[in-house]
């Protein structure tokens, strides 16, 4: 016999809690600029939407959630690296604000964690710093790419987006070194790799942005199949796909 966990009803008050959550996040003032972020994202047409449309997205609870155990996560790794012997890391600029980069006239913009100094094996070299938190079987996955890959091969594989925003924030810097810890949520196990500056790669994701920002049009879709797994999930679907069947 097959026992079936049985389902609760949510509590009455962490619902409302969930509501004010949702209702904060989404009334925060939205960005006017094409993320480094999100430019290594495999649709350009939804970068498209993001930047050239007033559609604004919106988060529900859990993600909205996971966002915040990451930004605590990032405190918590930044906290241990500045109390190790030898690092130096800085995660604000001379005016106290977050490293940021930008092209296009800001139109394409990002925010580093941080700068970092004192790494064991590069002592004198100063690093791009980005900090992550992942699910259990994602950091896995990292760790095991880690192992059969080497860890200059590691962040390309493993994730496109983190990629593509570590290439931009060293090309921008002029920094040739980047370096990513990636940890567990709350920060119980953690592990990193270096990942060097890569010029073909920079360009062709300065191409992406410049075409992102100057087409006066959405750009091709990823998938024609709103069933499409990228696309099922994706916040523009009814517009993307919604556009397509009035034009047949
Ligand atoms: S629905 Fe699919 S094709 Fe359309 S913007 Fe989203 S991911 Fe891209």
């Known amino acids: 016999m097959v026992f ?33 972020s999100s430019i290594g994202g495999a649709c350009s047409r ?26 605590r996560s990032e405190a918590l790794i930044a906290d241990r690296l500045k109390a190790t012997p030898g690092i130096m890391l800085l ?21 580093l964690d ?3 100094l004192g790494l064991v094996h590069a002592p ?9 938190c992942t699910n259990l079987k994602k950091f896995m996955q990292f760790k095991l790419l880690k192992a059969d890959l080497g860890e200059q091969n590691t962040l390309k594989q493993w994730d496109a987006t ?15 070194d ?3 810890t990636v940890c567990t949520p709350g920060g ?31 750009l091709a879709r990823l998938s024609n199949d709103p069933s499409w797994y990228e696309c099922k999930w994706c916040f523009y679907k009814d517009h993307c796909h919604g556009i397509a069947k009035l034009s047949a």
């Open 188 to 218: 119980r196990d953690w592990e990193a790799v270096c990942t060097r500056f890569n010029e073909v790669d920079f360009e062709a994701i300065r191409d992406k942005a410049h075409r992102i920002l100057g087409a006066m049009a959405p």
């Open 162 to 176: 983190y990629y593509a925003q570590a290439q931009s924030y060293m090309g921008y810097t002029g920094l040739d």
């Open 114 to 116: 941080g700068k970092i």
């Open 4 to 36: 079936l966990p049985k389902q609760t009803p949510h509590d009455l008050t962490l619902q409302r809690a969930e509501i004010a959550i949702v209702e904060n996040e989404n009334s925060k003032p939205r960005r006017k600029y094409l993320g480094m």
């Open 46 to 71: 939804k970068l498209w939407y993001s930047y050239h449309t007033p559609m604004t997205e919106t988060f529900d609870a859990p993600t909205i959630m996971r966002f915040e155990d990451g930004h």
């Open 178 to 180: 980047h370096y990513l």
């Open 124 to 132: 004198s070299v100063w690093h791009v710093w980005e900090a992550k």
């Open 91 to 111: 995660t604000e600029d001379d005016n106290g604000r977050q490293f940021g980069v930008e092209d296009f006239e800001g139109q394409f913009r990002g925010h």
